[in-house]
Nanobody
């Protein structure tokens, strides 16, 4: 079984930054990619960013491109999301997720196999 635990959320002023981390435990990573999704109140969960585990190829939603950076840490079995230039619209619960098989897209949440519990990010104006 795979366990994912997010950390690093909190309250920040608009324009500020936060770094989210996701620790992977339970068994050695054998999947294809790790992703970050978010869900704001009364909205559907949406794709934020993803990184392929072996090659480090990154993918971003248009809304965060240029402001967020996803990275993976093989040594510590973790993935991080550096968020800069935060805006009130970025307020959401952020989830990390693990994609086991490459099914052609890293942007579709239903393709992901394991999920963390989420961490709250609140951006004040």
């Amino acid at each position: 079984q795979v366990h994912l635990r997010e950390s690093g959320g909190g309250l920040v002023q608009a324009g500020g930054g936060l770094k989210l981390s996701c620790k992977i435990s339970g068994r050695p990573f054998t999947g294809y990619a790790m992703g970050w999704f978010r869900q704001a109140p009364v909205k559907d969960r949406e794709f934020v960013a993803a990184v392929s585990w072996n090659y480090g190829k990154t993918y971003y939603a248009d809304s965060v491109q240029g402001r967020f950076t996803i990275s993976r840490d093989h040594a510590n079995n973790s993935v991080h999301l550096q968020m800069n230039g935060l805006e009130p619209e970025d307020t959401a619960v952020y989830y990390c997720a693990q994609l086991i098989y490459n099914s052609g897209s890293v942007r579709l949440e239903h393709l992901y196999d394991y999920w963390g519990q989420g961490t709250q990010v609140t951006v004040s104006s």
